[in-house]
């Protein structure tokens, strides 16, 4: 089991979340669509050879995104990845993959 903390854009998020729970992800016990979220403000400078979403490259850019967690079956990892690269607007979005201790849903 995976905890996958992704950053979005406010455009894109319902969509990029949409995708990851259709790919597998965010399912607890009897519960799916599990998710948790908070707004905050990610920063890039695209290099030269960059071709962002949003900005120019050789400009730091600021941006207001939020942070997405869920959690990922070992079983859909790879489907959950691909979805997140497809759905997401970013040319490289910014994720972290922490292995965590599978629960015992009691439900």
């Given at each position: 089991m995976y905890k996958l903390i992704v950053f979005?854009?406010?455009?894109?998020?319902e969509r990029v979340k949409d995708a990851l729970f259709e790919a597998?992800?965010?399912r607890l016990g009897a519960?799916?669509?599990c998710s948790w979220e908070c707004l905050g403000v990610g920063q890039f400078l695209?290099?030269?050879t960059a071709n962002p979403h949003?900005?120019?490259p050789g400009v730091v850019?600021?941006?207001q995104e939020w942070r997405v967690e869920l959690l990922v079956p070992d079983t859909v990892l790879d489907a959950v990845i691909d979805?997140?690269?497809a759905s997401h607007p970013y040319e490289e979005p910014a994720f972290?993959?922490?292995?965590?201790?599978?629960?015992?849903?009691?439900?």
């Open positions: 979005i854009p406010e455009n894109a998020k597998g992800a965010a519960y799916s669509r695209p290099q030269p949003i900005g120019q850019e600021q941006v979805a997140l690269y972290d993959l922490i292995r965590v201790v599978e629960p015992v849903p009691r439900t």
